[in-house]
């Protein structure tokens, strides 16, 4: 009976890029893409299976001046930067077995997907030279408790459904080394502040403040959008991204009898019989 060799939890770090895509980068690709990272555990069920749990943080931003597909889009001149943070609980299957012992197939490419929690809070600079948080400004009506005003602040966490794919290599027995790149698809339309309709310019300078009609609309004084004119499209979520490469260590070295299925630690002493 053959004896083969397997490792069942793995602890990493992870470091790439991340990005964003929506109202106002609506198509672009890795276009803006800042720096992330974040910690990685993994829990090896099989040679074809794995359980993996994940926290990164990275940031996100876009412009409409650069991002802008059209002329009215570049118009609006639209803005925001925001820190994106994820927890999630996901599940990797390898197109090949994967294992660790020499003479066997150490790298496999691999699908994911899963279910996460992520925060954000999108930000913007105005002429003042200042950067304001945008939810709590209320940039599309939203809190001004007046009629025709109605709605609610967004919330700043959200649920995120991740999948993509990924490459991984193991070497030296306990250690292993990837590419990953994946999508995150959200149930809000509010990442970049951006969504539903413009507000009156004046409602938001006498029942705000000044500053809070100008990141809100920030074009000239007589360019002003007409209130209730399209401000985004609610019609689609926002999206977000994240693609890094990971390091992890193996913990758990153990022995597994393939006829039996069970692992055998290796500092587990045999007993002597006389």
């Avoid at 929690?117 to 948080?133: C, E, L, M, R, T």
């Avoid at 019609?235 to 193996?250: E, H, I, L, M, R």
Wanted: net charge positive; hydrophobic share 35%.
């Amino acid at each position: 009976m053959g004896i083969s060799q397997a490792q069942v939890s793995e602890v990493g770090l992870c470091g790439g890029v991340s990005f964003y895509m929506g109202d106002i980068n609506p198509t672009g690709v890795f276009k803006g893409s800042k720096p992330a990272g974040g910690v990685i555990y993994r829990y090896n069920i099989n040679p074809l299976l794995a359980f993996k749990s994940t926290v990164l943080f990275g940031s996100i931003g876009a412009n409409d001046a650069e991002y802008g597909k059209t002329d009215e889009a570049k118009a609006r001149n639209l803005s925001f930067v925001s820190p994106i943070s994820e927890i999630s609980a996901q599940l990797e299957l390898n197109f090949m077995r994967l294992y660790n012992e020499a003479g066997r197939n150490a790298f496999a490419p691999y699908l994911f997907a899963g279910i996460g929690i992520f925060s954000f809070n999108p930000q913007a600079k105005a002429s003042d030279g200042n950067w304001y948080d945008l939810q709590m400004l209320g940039t599309e009506g939203q809190g001004l408790n007046q009629p025709g005003y109605e709605k609610e602040p967004y919330s700043l966490i959200g649920l995120s459904i991740p999948f993509g794919l990924g490459m991984r290599y193991n070497f030296l027995k306990y250690y292993s080394i990837g590419v990953e790149w994946g999508m995150r698809m959200t149930f809000t339309d509010y990442i970049d502040d951006v969504s539903t309709t413009y507000v009156s310019d004046t409602v938001l300078r006498v029942y705000r403040h000044p500053v809070v009609a100008e990141l809100a609309d920030p074009v000239d004084e007589f360019e002003k959008h007409k209130p209730g004119t399209a401000r985004g499209n609610a019609q689609t979520k926002d999206w977000f991204s994240y693609a890094v490469v990971t390091f992890t260590f193996k913990l758990n070295y153990q022995k597994a009898c393939p006829s039996m299925g069970k692992p055998i630690p290796v500092n587990k002493k045999r007993r002597k019989y006389r």
